[in-house]
């Protein structure tokens, strides 16, 4: 195979967009629109049959690690000696999603590779692309959770052993579904890594920018909140002797709401919450809810939980309830790659294609791979600036346009080392 890579290859953007739509229709909800294709269940254990019956179509040699993560790999004619350029995401969905996260990642580093194929040529250095295990963590925390595990930030052991919030083990349902694999975790260690992402939020589109630069990611702090109060009659109890945990949780919110509003740059979300005896006419027992607090800046998330625990202590005081929390996830506020970025800006500038530089609101399998290489982000435009939703859109030549961005930052970066 002649391994002389022109400065420019063709992508032909058809198969990826045909590839997401069908991809889109496994675990397709009719009533309620999007797809539901959580972490190991039988949607997605479909979805990773598909992506592979794609890689082997492409004759990449197919490994699968400890944790699921799925690796194809298009061989340079070199020794392979040399670490190979990666690009990724994951496939697994929150519930009612749409179709772009995460499998746009995916295949649009499918069609790099086939625009190599296609040409009949060999890159200098080998290209895996990577499926990455249980990104959004809804069913098992923590989120990225694949991506961690071959980054070294949890053991293979203890993510195995995750107990999900359905009570299933996950390293039994790795079984379940065939994807417990014999690689060990960074077996293959990338000389870089490239993402490309729908941005998620509204930034590109409001700017009629087509291409963002993403050069950081905020940090992400995730608890859960258990409030325990009294059940009590609602017609027979005066406030001042109640112990509402409805009424605590909806005071949390309230914080939260206000706590982010005043510092501009914090973001919290009650994304959980569950109310027991949850009866019209019972003062609530107990409440259980989730705190997603996320901030660009290291300190100001510190603050920002530091807040929190503080405000607690209050209305546990206030209300004569108990609260407990449990942290869940908790990662920094990852940097990536300086000369990476700059290679995206260049290869926008030069295609012509309007950019900027800005910062991931949303985590990513990047910011985990970013412990062991250097690894940057490439962003399309979101319609509305909405995901995790049916609604979820970004038009087909966004979709080619940012693929044709990262083929040609990857026949920049073969070429240079
Ligand atoms: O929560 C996140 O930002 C990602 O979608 N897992």
Known sequence: MNTSVPSSLTLDGTPMIEQLRQLGELGADREAGGR?????????????????????????????????NIFGTLRSDDDGSQRPLMMGSHIDTVKSA????????VLAGLAVVRAFRQAGIGPQRSITI??????????????????????????????????????????????RIGYAGDLEPRAIVPHEYLELHIEQGP?????????????????????????????????????????????????????????????????????????????????????????????????RLQDAERRLAEFLEEVAEKEGVKITNERLVRFEPVVFDAGLADAIEASAERMGFTH?????????????????????????????????????????????????????????????K
Request: contains cysteine.
């Open 36 to 68: 539901t294709r959580i972490a190991l269940t039988d949607d997605e254990r479909a979805g990773r049959d598909l992506v592979v019956r794609w890689m082997r179509e492409l004759d990449l040699d197919v490994r699968v690690d400890r944790i699921g």
């Open 98 to 105: 749409g179709a772009l996260e995460g499998c746009y990642g």
């Open 356 to 416: 900027r530089r800005m910062t991931s609101g949303a985590g990513h399998d990047a910011q985990m791979i970013a412990r062991i290489a250097p690894a940057a982000m490439i962003f399309v435009p979101s319609r509305g600036g909405i995901s995790h939703n049916p609604r979820e859109h970004t038009d087909d030549d966004q979709l080619i346009d940012g693929a044709n961005v990262l083929l040609d930052v990857v026949l920049q970066l073969l070429a240079a």
């Open 203 to 299: 930034i590109l589109e409001a700017e009629n920018i087509c291409i963002g630069v993403v050069e950081n990611l905020q940090g992400i702090s995730w608890q859960q909140i258990t409030v325990e109060g009294n059940a009590n009659h609602a017609g027979t109890t005066p406030t001042r002797l109640r112990h509402d945990a409805g009424w605590a949780a909806a005071a949390v919110s309230t914080f939260l709401r206000e706590l982010a509003v005043t510092t501009g740059t914090t973001l919290a979300t009650i994304g959980m919450l569950r109310i027991e005896p949850n009866v019209i006419n019972v003062i609530p027992s107990k409440a259980v809810f989730t705190v997603d607090l996320r901030d660009p800046d290291e300190q």
């Open 130 to 175: 990577g499926v990455f295990t249980n990104e959004e963590g809804i069913r098992y925390q923590p989120d990225m959770m694949g991506s961690l595990v071959y980054a070294g930030g949890l053991s293979v052991d203890a993510a195995l052993n995750t107990i999900g919030i359905d009570g299933t083990r996950l390293g039994d349902e790795l079984v």
